[in-house]
């Protein structure tokens, strides 16, 4: 049994001590196919959005899910402080809880109040290691424990850092694609004297972003749990509205750039794909088609009353889905498990963007109010 303990131990440590490596000092993603902390987040994500379905009105919850995100890393903190806590335990029975207590007390009880004490650098005194080995046991939690709050201390400004990155591009989307964003707003809003050209810098500028988001949610995957300030808005809505306006671009907007629109939408989906691997979403077919025929008619109809024609005929129309399908799977699952409602092909009417509100004017909901189409151009 004390073999088992002593392997059982060791095992527990060099779990926690690769999960946080991998976790916090590893910067890519990792394709082990079990991993504490995936399990972890996968266990306790399900739960927590059944719970708020169940028990927060739809009102609320949007609030409520995005507690998550600071929650749950707070917990995993703590379940790795506590797996370690518990291997360094099992290492001290093994080696016969060569420990002495004040009151005389022995046993694993005893052994695990030492290894806590040790490990949150407390020296209360009232447990001491009496063997050599033991003794080591003590020093090396001890280092260890210094060593996991540093790597704390040095991950959170990064996370918060990540996070509001992101944040800000998002914010800045409001005004120009709509809350939420939508590829109709983001082309309308693009038809003054120099629209053609902002077009391209923003997407441009969203090819970076893409990859960014990319490479931070790859490196930091709690950030996907993370949810913006406003209920109309998040990562998963911005890829998608970019997505479909590159779709749109690319199936044959005349006049405007085709060739930055195929880069964008190359790391776009890029990270559409891989993001959707790293939280094992399968993609499927939403039961409600986002753009249907009728829907595709109107939106010509509002492009071409911006002055922007959008080519028609089975080929275009063809090749429009074709570029759907290479996204829209895959942000359909995303959307699914993280909760998040994607954005419409085409802005509802009536609806103002979140800069244009007003607290005063809120009306007990969580909803922008209601005014005027949304006909302003930037």
């Known amino acids: 049994m004390t073999v088992i303990a002593a392997i059982f131990g060791i095992f527990l440590i060099l779990l926690v001590l690769w999960e946080g490596f991998e976790t916090i000092v590893l910067p890519r993603r990792v394709t082990r196919r079990f991993r504490l902390t995936r399990f972890f987040y996968r266990n306790t994500w399900l739960p927590w959005v059944w719970l708020v379905r169940g028990l927060v009105s739809a009102r609320r919850r949007e609030t409520w899910l995005s507690y998550f995100g600071p929650l749950s890393f707070l917990l995993l903190l703590s379940v790795w402080a506590s797996v370690l806590i518990t291997g360094f335990a099992f290492l001290h029975w093994a080696l016969g809880s060569a420990v002495l207590a004040m009151e005389g007390r022995t046993g694993f009880l005893t052994d695990l109040y030492l290894s806590g004490t040790t490990f949150f650098t407390l020296g209360l005194g009232d447990a001491l290691p009496r063997s050599d080995v033991s003794r080591l046991l003590v020093v090396v939690e001890s280092g260890l424990g210094f060593a996991f709050l540093a790597l704390v201390i040095s991950y959170l400004p990064a996370l918060n850092q990540t996070f509001a990155h992101r944040e800000v591009s998002i914010s800045l989307l409001d005004a120009r694609a709509g809350s939420p964003p939508t590829a109709s707003e983001m082309l309308s809003r693009h038809v003054h004297e120099r629209g ?40 998963l809505a911005a890829l998608t509205a970019i997505l479909d306006t590159c779709a749109l671009i690319m199936t044959g907007l005349d006049g405007v750039c085709e060739r930055q629109a195929e880069l964008t939408f190359a790391i776009t989906r890029h990270a559409v794909i891989d993001l959707s691997l790293v939280f094992r979403t399968n993609p499927f077919e939403p039961d409600r088609d986002r753009l249907p025929q009728e829907r595709l008619v109107e939106l010509r109809a509002i492009l071409e009353g911006n002055g922007q024609k959008l080519r028609e005929g089975d080929i275009v129309d063809r090749k429009l889905h074709e570029l759907r399908q290479m996204y829209e799977p895959y942000v359909n699952a995303l959307a699914t498990y993280f909760q998040v409602i994607l954005p419409p092909w085409i802005a509802e009417e009536g609806w103002i963007d979140n800069w244009q509100g007003s607290y005063w004017e809120q009306t007990g909901n969580d909803k922008p109010s209601k005014g005027k189409s949304r006909a302003t151009h930037f």
Not at 208 to 223: I, K, T
């Open 196 to 235: 053609k050209e902002a077009l391209r810098e923003l997407l441009h500028e969203w090819e970076r972003w893409s990859a960014e988001l990319l490479e931070g949610h790859l490196s930091y995957p709690v950030l996907a749990y993370f949810r913006s300030q406003h209920d109309n808005q998040s990562w």
